[in-house]
Structure formats: structure tokens, C-alpha cells
């Protein structure tokens, strides 16, 4: 069974920085582009960042966050990162990671974690 | 720019309903990558529809998606109280990126 478990979400003030991690299990993660999406409170899914599987990695991001979010990916610990900085009240929400349908990113998340929210206040 | 849903649809138990998505000859009406997804209430988001019309095996055969041009639709038969959610759609636009639409809220009378 996939399992995504998210974590590194709080409380944090504008201008800072966070790094959300998401552990996955119950598949072979390595081979699988994985991906960010976040829901501010009471609002839509907004797509944040993807990248790719095996490989040479492909790096993609949402202009709203191109520059200050960073997406990595450790294969040896089956784990995802969203490294954040220079957040902004706007960045809060439930941050969501997401399992692609393949190596590369196409746009479907298969499988979801249940989110880890991040809190941007002064 | 975002995809273009209704904000709301209603239906009785048993009927059936349609929610659209519009999108632009970038996104939708030009890749075949469109996926529909349920979230309940504090919950996650799940898989209803991926590649437009392929339904992932758990999920009913009730549910079903097709595209148009530069619209998507995601049809619910035999409507059922469970099926009561928000639902989104989300297309493909290129380099690795993707877009969800504002989200439609299913009201099942």
C-alpha cells in the first residue's frame, strides 16, 4: 500500500524559512516523479512543484513560488523535500505531496499524503 | 491561469450530473492529461480520473471523464449520498507543470 507521510509544517514568520519533508513508502519511490500541492484555508488545490524519477532529475515550479521554494528528493531515504524561503502570508496552506503515474511528471497525482500545514504570521 | 469550474452542481440520488472544466488550447485542448479528483472535508485529495477517460481500478464506474476542445467533464451516474464532496479538475500544461481548476462543490440532495 503507498503511504505519504508529511511533515516540517508551522508556525513561521514572513520572510522565513522552512523545509517540509514527505516519506514515502509501499512503492519504488526512486522511479516515480513525485510532486508539491498546496490548499490555503477554505480555497482550491494550486499546484506548487514536481520532479521527476530516475534519472536526471526535472525540476518544475509554479510562478508563484519560482525562487524562493526549492523541490529535492533523497532516493536513499525515500523521502521528498520542499525547502521554503522568503515566505509570505500568502504561502500558507496545507502543503500536499503527491505521487505521479510514472517517472515523469504529467500532471496526475496518484496517491496523496494527508498534508502538513505551514502558517505564515507575524 | 487557473482551469474553469462551476462552483457548485446539485443533483437527486440517482441522477446523474456533469461538472466541466475549461481550460485553453494550452492546457487542456491540447494535452490528452487531464485528471478529475475527489476531497471530502478535511481530507485528502483522491484519484477519480486520469488521462481523461481512464478511471484508476478502485474507483466506481459511475464516474466517468471526457474532453472536448478546451473542455473537460466529469459525469457522475446513479448519484449517491457518499458522493458528496468537492471536486477538482487539474490539466497538464507542459515542461512539468500542471494546473488545477477553482473546484466545484457537489451537493447531493
Known amino acids: 500500500e503507498v503511504q505519504l507521510l508529511e511533515s516540517g509544517g508551522g508556525l513561521v514568520q514572513p520572510g522565513g524559512s522552512l523545509r517540509l519533508s514527505c516519506v514515502a513508502s509501499?512503492?519504488?519511490?526512486?522511479?516515480?516523479?513525485m510532486s508539491w500541492v498546496r490548499q490555503a484555508p477554505g480555497k482550491g488545490l494550486e499546484w506548487v512543484s514536481a520532479?521527476?524519477?530516475?534519472?536526471?532529475?526535472?525540476?518544475?515550479?509554479a510562478d508563484s513560488v519560482r525562487g524562493r521554494f526549492t523541490i529535492s528528493r533523497d532516493n536513499s531515504k525515500n523521502t521528498l523535500h520542499l525547502q521554503m524561503s522568503g515566505l509570505r502570508v500568502e504561502d500558507t496552506a496545507i502543503y500536499f505531496c503527491a505521487k505521479a503515474a510514472g517517472t515523469f511528471y504529467f500532471g496526475s497525482g496518484t496517491s496523496w499524503g494527508q498534508g502538513t500545514l505551514v502558517t505564515v504570521s507575524s | 491561469s487557473a482551469l474553469t469550474q462551476p462552483a457548485s452542481v446539485s443533483g437527486s440520488p440517482g441522477q446523474s450530473i456533469t461538472i466541466s472544466c475549461t481550460g485553453t488550447?494550452?492546457?487542456?485542448?491540447?494535452?490528452?492529461?487531464v485528471s478529475w479528483y475527489q476531497q471530502r472535508p478535511g481530507k485528502a485529495p483522491t484519484l477519480m480520473i486520469y488521462d481523461v477517460t481512464n478511471r484508476p481500478s478502485r474507483v466506481s464506474n459511475r464516474f466517468s471523464g471526457s474532453k472536448s476542445g478546451n473542455t473537460a467533464s466529469l459525469t457522475i451516474s446513479g448519484l449517491q449520498a457518499e458522493d458528496e464532496a468537492d471536486y477538482y479538475c487539474?490539466?497538464?500544461?507542459?515542461?512539468?507543470?500542471?494546473?488545477f481548476g477553482g473546484g466545484t462543490k457537489l451537493t447531493v440532495l
Open positions: 520532479i521527476s524519477g530516475t534519472g536526471e532529475a526535472i525540476y518544475s515550479y
Open positions: 509501499g512503492f519504488t519511490f526512486s522511479t516515480y516523479a
Open positions: 488550447s494550452s492546457d487542456i485542448g491540447y494535452y490528452n492529461y
Open positions: 487539474s490539466s497538464y500544461t507542459g515542461s512539468s507543470t500542471s494546473v
